[in-house]
């Protein structure tokens, strides 16, 4: 039985070729610069296929937080469709309260650290080299 690479460890090895291999033997700084952005696309969709399913379940859950009496149904146990109709959903009715005026204080400052932490998340899957602490100099 042969052991296969994942579709993310084969993107990474294209994105590998593509700037160790390829780009240097390439004089045209036009298809360089494509290089790498071939190689970029590549290790940003194999980081997307190695992270996607954690921050969709993560992103639900804080939805769920933030609207707990709004009933979604148990995130753990969804598949990826489900979790994202019930991700839209929850999204569809905070929006409405926000633009009705409906949120308090508190639900609006939850709602603010949520988006943060969503943001934050973005990045560091994006760019693990991005600073994405409190404290930027």
């Known amino acids: 039985m042969t052991n296969r690479p994942d579709p ?19 004089s045209d700084r036009r298809v ?21 399913e954690d921050r969709a379940l993560g992103e639900l859950r804080r939805w769920q937080d933030l609207l707990p009496g709004v ?3 148990d995130a753990g146990g969804m598949s990826p469709a489900e979790r994202a109709r019930a991700t839209r ?13 409906r949120l308090s ?8 650290a949520q988006v943060r932490e969503s943001l934050v998340e973005s ?14 100099e």
């Open 89 to 101: 959903a929850l999204e569809a009715e905070f929006l409405s309260r926000l633009r009705a005026g």
């Open 123 to 136: 990045l560091r899957w994006l760019n693990p080299h991005f600073d994405t602490s409190e404290e930027i």
């Open 71 to 73: 009933e979604s149904g």
């Open 105 to 112: 204080r508190d639900e609006l400052r939850k709602a603010r």
């Open 8 to 26: 993310p460890a084969l993107l990474e090895a294209i994105a590998r070729f593509l700037l160790e291999e390829v780009q240097p033997q390439v």
């Open 32 to 52: 360089s610069f494509r290089l790498l952005i071939a190689a970029s696309l590549a290790t940003t969709v194999a980081a997307e296929l190695r992270s996607g």
